[in-house]
T-cell receptor
Framework: GESVGLHLPTLSVQEGDNSIINCAYS??????FIWYKQESGKGPQFIID?????DKRQGQRVTVLLNKTVKHLSLQIAATQPGDSAVYFC????????????FGTGTRLTVIP | DVKVTQSSRYLVKRTGEKVFLECVQD?????MFWYRQDPGLGLRLIYF???????EKGDIPEGYSVSREKKERFSLILESASTNQTSMYLC??????????????FGPGTRLTVL
């Protein structure tokens, strides 16, 4: 399954399928991008980050892709599990500085068993 | 693991009351933040602090104040609560790291309802 930017804030996928969550950012000067996961009733949890001089970064079951040409960021989750159900936020940092973190509104991922 | 705790998970207050939201982190982080989270608006920064007794306004500071008397504790104060301050409040902390973004670690949130 695949969401399209911030216009489709929900995404439903079958357990075991791969998920792709997309995010469009606006500031071409952003240096870093972070994906957060927020489960119901909890605060956002850091998943993975990527620097603007990279195109791809992999973690455990997650991959982040960055396309600076079109200012697009995506989070790919392999073999999606029920525990992956959550809201996923991308955040951009315009410069290395804690106060310059800007969050997207998020995409709600629902995993269907 | 970084642990950020918030004093209450749920809070119900009346209009005009003074409200204190407390946040404590146990990792000696220098930076601390208060956000509010509303449907369709994402996370919006209210105030942040780089050091003890230091505070900076975020994007939406109106109606709020903060206090940081100790490094591990950052308090958000609503001097006179209003219904439009009903929201989820999230505290975060981070440790400045040269050459890397200041990854913020969040608490579980306080859902405040102002009647």
């Amino acid at each position: 399954g695949e969401s399209v930017g911030l216009h489709l804030p929900t995404l439903s996928v079958q357990e075991g399928d791969n998920s792709i969550i997309n995010c469009a950012y606006s500031n071409s000067a952003s240096d870093y991008f972070i994906w957060y996961k927020q489960e119901s009733g909890k605060g956002p949890q850091f998943i993975i980050d990527i620097r603007s001089n990279m195109d791809k970064r992999q973690g455990q079951r997650v991959t982040v892709l960055l396309n600076k040409t079109v200012k697009h960021l995506s989070l790919q989750i392999a073999a999606t599990q029920p525990g992956d159900s959550a809201v996923y936020f991308c955040a951009e940092i315009a410069q290395t500085g804690a106060n310059n973190l800007f969050f997207g509104t998020g995409t709600r991922l629902t995993v269907i068993p | 693991d970084v642990k950020v705790t918030q004093s209450s998970r749920y809070l119900v207050k009346r209009t005009g009351e003074k409200v204190f939201l407390e946040c404590v982190q146990d990792m000696d982080h220098e930076n601390m933040f208060w956000y509010r989270q509303d449907p369709g608006l994402g996370l919006r920064l209210i105030y942040f602090s780089y050091d003890v007794k230091m505070k900076e306004k975020g994007d939406i500071p109106e109606g709020y104040s903060v206090s940081r008397e100790k490094k591990e504790r950052f308090s958000l104060i609503l001097e006179s609560a209003s219904t439009n301050q009903t929201s989820m409040y999230l505290c975060a902390s981070s440790l400045p790291t040269s050459g890397r973004p200041d990854t913020q670690y969040f608490g579980p949130g306080t859902r405040l309802t102002v009647l």
